[in-house]
């Protein structure tokens, strides 16, 4: 699993240069960066330790949270309240909401959508 995650950052950043790669999971209410490379490091595989990425702003936060359960969903707004961390990007929780709906419908997030409006790099997604 770690050589398949590390070839899917790798082949994602060559394709992608200009912009930043992070592969992310969720731990203890936190989404965890676990791989990486970036335009400002070109070609290393970066592996960082405590860097955490946004639930509300970036694709992997937005995936997590239109697919976790009602109590991850509670906890991460317990943490990181929407007043706070989401509003300025979502405005109105009725339109995140809305946002991770949509997803939902998709199975997969609108790539698109996400990046324009946040300025995220796509996700990959693959079975």
Do not use: K
Not at 46 to 62: I, M
Not at 83 to 103: H, I, K, M, N
């Amino acid at each position: 699993m770690q050589q398949r995650a590390i070839t899917v950052v790798r082949a994602l950043y060559d394709r992608l240069q200009t912009a930043a790669i992070a592969l992310a999971e969720p731990v203890g209410g936190e989404m965890a960066v676990r791989l990486r490379m970036s335009p400002d490091r070109p070609g290393v595989l970066q592996e960082p330790l405590n860097r955490f990425l946004s639930h509300y702003t970036n694709a992997s936060g937005l995936v997590y949270l239109a697919f976790c359960t009602p109590e991850e969903r509670a906890a991460v707004e317990r943490r990181y309240p929407f007043a706070e961390y989401g509003a300025v990007q979502w405005q109105t929780p009725g339109a995140l909401d809305a946002f991770l709906e949509r997803v939902r419908r998709l199975d997969r997030p609108p790539v698109d959508r996400i990046r324009r409006a946040h300025r995220t790099p796509p996700v990959i997604w693959g079975r």
